[in-house]
């Protein structure tokens, strides 16, 4: 009988999936997406319950879905760039998510400082360059929010037709 230990791999540490809140609920008014954070009415309720595995299956939908929104009137044409920039400009911004989140949280942050997207890493798409920064993050957060909705009435708020 050998002594011999198994290797041991190591445990990939992932953080803690922050909560995506911010603070304009309007789940309380009777919206099933809140108009803020994109969650569900039952995820803004039960997110402290959640373990870790569950907010980040959460976080990686709403990210995805951003991502789609954000590639409908956006190029990132150099990540490094968008993310030195988030740096220096000290957006915070969640390293788990792409580079098309992270230029929707620079554009939150100050898309209205913005006159040169290309020093920034980004272009915008040729059919929308007639809209400035803000109005196109305006539309992004709606279209984001619309495909929440959309998400929710087709997987969730729809009654399974074919249930015994």
Request: hydrophobic share 40%; glycine share 4%; with cysteine.
């Amino acid at each position: 009988m050998s002594n011999a230990k198994a290797p041991q791999t190591a445990a990939v540490t992932r953080p803690r999936v922050r909560t995506p809140c911010i603070g304009v609920c309007s789940t309380g008014i009777g919206d099933s997406v809140c108009r803020g954070c994109k969650r569900f009415s039952h995820e803004v309720i039960h997110w402290n319950g959640y373990s870790e595995a569950q907010k980040q299956i959460v976080d990686k939908r709403l990210a995805d879905f951003l991502s789609t929104c954000m590639r409908n009137r956006f190029v990132v044409t150099d990540a490094s760039l968008l993310e030195w920039q988030l740096q220096v400009q000290q957006v915070r911004f969640n390293p788990e998510h792409d580079a098309y989140a992270r230029l929707f949280t620079l554009l939150k942050a100050g898309a209205s400082q913005i006159k040169d997207p290309e020093k920034y890493g980004f272009s915008v798409h040729i059919a929308w360059r007639g809209y400035d920064l803000l109005a196109l993050r305006e539309q992004v957060d709606r279209e984001f929010w619309e495909l929440s909705e959309a998400h929710f009435e087709r997987y969730l708020a729809t009654p399974d037709l074919f249930a015994e």
